[in-house]
């Protein structure tokens, strides 16, 4: 009885690591936030046309924009994908 509860564990902790890759990996590749960057927006008047790209937006100094507003990215992490297996790797080594 131990070993199917085990079993089912293991298949629920399995399924709910997949979901929450595929949520990781919309993150990882969305293109307003990694390179190449997709243009934000875009303002004109009657002589000029520019674009907005978030990599435009982000000062290494003051860090005003937190979060791309695309896809809800924290901008402090580099990968959610390399962080969920980092964290994976981790809590292995600790059982």
């Known amino acids: 009885m131990n070993k199917n509860i085990e079993d ?3 298949k629920i902790m399995g ?3 997949d ?3 595929k949520e990781a990996q919309k993150h990882d590749d ?3 936030c990694h390179e190449p960057f997709k243009c934000l927006g875009a303002v ?3 002589n000029t046309f520019c674009t907005v790209q978030l990599d435009e937006l982000l ?3 003051d860090n005003v924009i937190k979060f791309c ?4 990215r924290d901008l402090s992490v580099d990968s959610y994908v390399g962080n969920m297996y ?3 790797k981790e809590s292995g080594e600790a059982m």
């Open 30 to 32: 969305c293109a307003y």
């Open 44 to 46: 004109a008047n009657y």
């Open 86 to 88: 980092e964290a994976r």
């Open 15 to 17: 399924k709910m690591y």
């Open 69 to 72: 507003p695309v896809c809800g």
């Open 8 to 10: 089912g564990f293991a």
């Open 19 to 21: 979901e929450a890759l």
């Open 59 to 61: 000062d290494d100094e």
